[in-house]
Nanobody
Framework: QVQLVESGGGLVQPGGSLRLSCAAS????????MDWYRQFPGKQRELVAT???????NYADSVKGRFTISRDNAKNTGYLQMDSLKPEDTAVYYC????????????????WGQGTQVTVSS
């Protein structure tokens, strides 16, 4: 099995930056694609950013130009670089991935882990 662990969240002032990490562990062989979601209190999770197996990226309009999604296959880790943070970015951030599992034939969807809290406040 493959597990995902999000980290890197914290408290930051408006205009500041954070880099979130999504580390895959267990029987991971490689990461094909990864998504980042966020969840505001009392609301459903919403898609923030996507990177495909070919490296193409896509962003929600609310974060376009401020967030950057990337991956490091050598480390089996994905990242979400967040710049020019706003109070409305405050949420719990989750990652989800399509991976190659060394113990399973074919691609596997790995659901988000525990999430990491991002709080943007003065």
């Amino acid at each position: 099995q493959v597990q995902l662990v999000e980290s890197g969240g914290g408290l930051v002032q408006p205009g500041g930056s954070l880099r979130l990490s999504c580390a895959a562990s267990g029987s991971i062989f490689s990461i094909h694609a990864m998504d980042w979601y966020r969840q505001f209190p009392g609301k459903q999770r919403e898609l923030v950013a996507t990177i495909t197996s070919s490296g193409d990226t896509n962003y929600a309009d609310s974060v376009k130009g401020r967030f950057t999604i990337s991956r490091d296959n050598a480390k089996n880790t994905g990242y979400l670089q967040m710049d020019s943070l706003k109070p409305e970015d405050t949420a719990v951030y989750y990652c989800k991935a399509v991976v190659a599992d060394g113990l399973v034939a074919g691609p596997v969807i790995v659901s988000w882990g525990q999430g990491t809290q991002v709080t943007v406040s003065s």
